[in-house]
């Protein structure tokens, strides 16, 4: 999970955080435009994010350069992780009620459906989630952002899905909060996911983003995701089916794996690996 903090991300190079927002968004908007006219003139869609997004600052020198090592499926973990009625608590699911008290925030319930890429539920499937509280603030020693910790919110919680694929988590709304990227950098609200398909080999990790955010176009890591259909599915919608009277707000965010298990079951690893990769992530 500390892969996905993002304050691990944290450039620390002197001169990191002189760029403006304003040359950061002229980056931003240069990449998009360069990779609009390529679709236009052809090129394929891009539904991942960018590993080198130049905005993004730290990962210029932090992504592979060299193809993944790929390893045989025959002798790793061909199986999903198998958990019981009782390895997960249901209580787990609701991130409100792990301390003596109520945590300070937006109370929001967040529910989506997983399914696989020919839209088949995936039932028992672990979801994991960890944010920041409602101030943008991580319970983490790297995270130095002068905004109070709440004693009641730790901001991590985890499901398995229903027999029809339904997750379902009570929480607390995050707040969004600054980085390091470069000068007065924030990060739009998000909720970090991690799901696994059906092997320990295909674990996701994404973030989900909440509708209308004005910090969308400012965030080279959201931004990271050149192509706008593909950042729009990372957005949850808002639900008043699932907001409750009196209670809370409600959020719907369906998650789509690829059918990349049954490739590995196939074993092939070649060209259609590399196809179902391309399509391995989120919605
Ligand atoms: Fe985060």
């Given amino acids: ?3 996905s903090f993002d304050h691990a991300h944290v450039v620390t190079s002197s001169d990191s955080a002189t760029s403006t927002q304003n040359e950061m968004t002229a980056q931003i908007e240069a990449l998009h435009r360069a990779y609009r006219e390529g679709v236009a003139a052809g090129a394929r869609v891009e539904d991942k994010p960018r590993i080198d997004f130049a905005p993004y600052r730290s990962s210029v020198l932090r ?10 499926p025959e002798t790793i973990e061909l199986t999903s992780p198998a958990f019981g009625t009782r390895d997960v608590h249901p209580l787990e699911a609701d991130l409100t009620i792990q301390h003596g008290g109520e945590p300070i925030g937006e109370r929001m319930i967040v529910t989506g459906r997983v399914v696989d890429g020919s839209g088949r539920p995936l039932a028992g499937q672990l979801v994991e989630i960890w944010q920041a509280n409602a101030s943008g603030r991580y319970v983490h020693k790297r995270d130095q952002h002068p905004a109070p910790l709440d004693p009641n919110f730790s901001g991590v919680g985890r499901c398995l899905t229903d027999a029809d694929g339904n997750y379902s988590f009570t929480t607390i709304r995050p707040g969004p909060y600054p980085w390091k990227n470069h000068h007065n950098a924030w990060r739009p609200a998000h ?31 959201y931004q990271a995701i050149v192509d706008e259909d593909a950042r729009r599915r990372l957005v949850a919608t808002y639900d008043h089916d699932v907001t409750r009277h009196e209670w809370c707000t409600g959020y719907r965010w369906d998650i789509v794996l690829s059918g990349r298990g049954r490739t590995l079951f196939e074993n092939d690893l070649g060209a259609d690996h590399d196809d179902d990769h391309e399509n391995g992530d989120h919605r």
């Fill in 191 to 221: 909720i970090h996911f991690s799901l696994f398909g059906t092997a320990f080999t295909q674990r996701l990790v994404t973030q989900m983003y909440f509708p209308g955010d004005p910090l969308f176009p400012l965030d080279p890591i």
């Fill in 1 to 3: 999970m500390e892969e």
């Fill in 63 to 72: 992504h592979p350069t060299k193809d993944l090592r790929h390893a045989d």
